[in-house]
């Protein structure tokens, strides 16, 4: 089932899946190249350190951070894929085509040939690599205060995974490296002093349970476990959020064109239904801003340990998207945002590298808005192509673990309402299923759109968004992704 699902996707999606030749040839070529030191600083001596899952290969990202009595240096080195892949090639043509590497469970159909995006690109350790540098200033508020980007050359001094330097900072274990100690040491310090700030600017805080599924040596699912949130997350998440903050700052202030990363406010229906999900009084709502009302959400989801209620806000957000036109980032509550720090995995990354690299070498940029502009839709376009595929996997893996649970009695939650029927979310397993009209029990059930509910003809039962209830699998098509529900003992 697992190579089935996978082929199937690439298949539905037009996902451009394999190497030809003469890409293959191209990118051993580039490989080839040499590293020039003479334009690059030299940080090779600085105990950087790439912090990533387990399994990760393509290490985008090293970080390194020192405090002083004025506050800290932080340095955020990023794969220097500008250096290797140049616009027009072939390369390039086929990383624009692809948009983004596409991840399913323990496969990757990456942007970038192995020999790049896992060899010669990527930050390994104790080997000497070329990388974008964003370096920053920052005061002992957490304020960023100065920030430059040059050319370096670094040398990894460790690859840590998140449980590592989560250990370390519970301090049930230690690093070797006296400089990557205290490198973290640094991180954490100032990690602590970001959360404070993004609280005080009321970014949005919305963690929904995320699944990591578990194969076995047959590549069938074992296990379906919620993913751990842990502090080194954050570490990593709040040093990229700089480096990604100065980059958009870098075009906005220098350049008469860049690639944002925007995020615009929720649409007003869609807010409307999420106020009466949240029974939030008219008057209230009056005198709070989209925001406002989002984080007041967010915080009765969170106090009643509401999954569906996340869910919602997240329904009733907008889609972050890439584009020229610097319009903000409403969920993170910033002027200008950017994505800079993944060139190995985003083709937007490697634009925005091009941009900096251009006016720092103080060249005229070659590219038309009109042109970046469409670059940045295609962009969009492919991002949300790669979620729906890896979704449809995940989801076909569910599907048939799940056919040994047929006739199974569950707990599910109401995520979704329709004239048709209710989608129930199976929530220890990250998958709906559709409860039909026609089988829910004793009465004839129309469609309330004010309401987002169904409402029984004769006895007036609602079934409504948020509802819990006990249904049973009734049937499973795992290449449909569908899971056919009933009430649970006629409920």
Known sequence: MYKEAIQ????????????????INEAKTVANKKKEAKHRKDLRKLNFATIDGEDAKDFDDAVY????????????????????????????????????????????????????SNGICSLRPNEDRCAMICEMSIGLDGERNKYKFYGGLINSKARLTYKQVEKHLKKLSD????????????????????LKLRNQRSALEINPKEAIIELNKNKEVKNIVIKKSLFAHKIVEESMLLANESAAEFMQDRLDLGVYRIHENPDASKLEVLKKHFKIPPKAVKKLSPLEVINLCLKQANKNNDDTGQILVLQTLARAEYSTNNLGHFGLQLKQYSHFTSPIRRYPDLLVHRLINSSLAHKKIQTRQNELQDDCENSSMLERRAEKASRQVEQVLICSYLKTKIGSTMNGVVTGVTDFGLFINLEPYFISG?????????????????????KGKRRGGIYKLGQKIKVKIAAIFPLERKINLVISNGE
């Open 8 to 23: 199937d996707a690439i298949s539905m999606h037009e996902l451009p899946s394999k190497w030809h030749s003469d890409l």
């Open 175 to 194: 690093f070797k490296q006296a400089g990557v100690r205290d490198s973290i040491k640094h991180l954490k310090d100032l990690t602590d002093l970001r």
């Open 434 to 454: 559709l409860l039909h009209v026609s089988d829910l029990p004793d009465d004839r059930y129309y469609y309330l759109s004010d309401r987002n509910a169904l």
């Open 65 to 116: 951070c020192v405090k002083n009595s004025n506050g800290f240096t932080l340095y955020v080195a990023i794969a220097d894929v500008s250096f290797y892949v140049t616009p027009g090639s072939k390369i390039d043509k086929e990383a624009k085509k692809r948009g983004t590497s596409i991840y399913f469970p323990e496969t990757v159909i990456p942007m970038l040939p192995e020999n790049l």
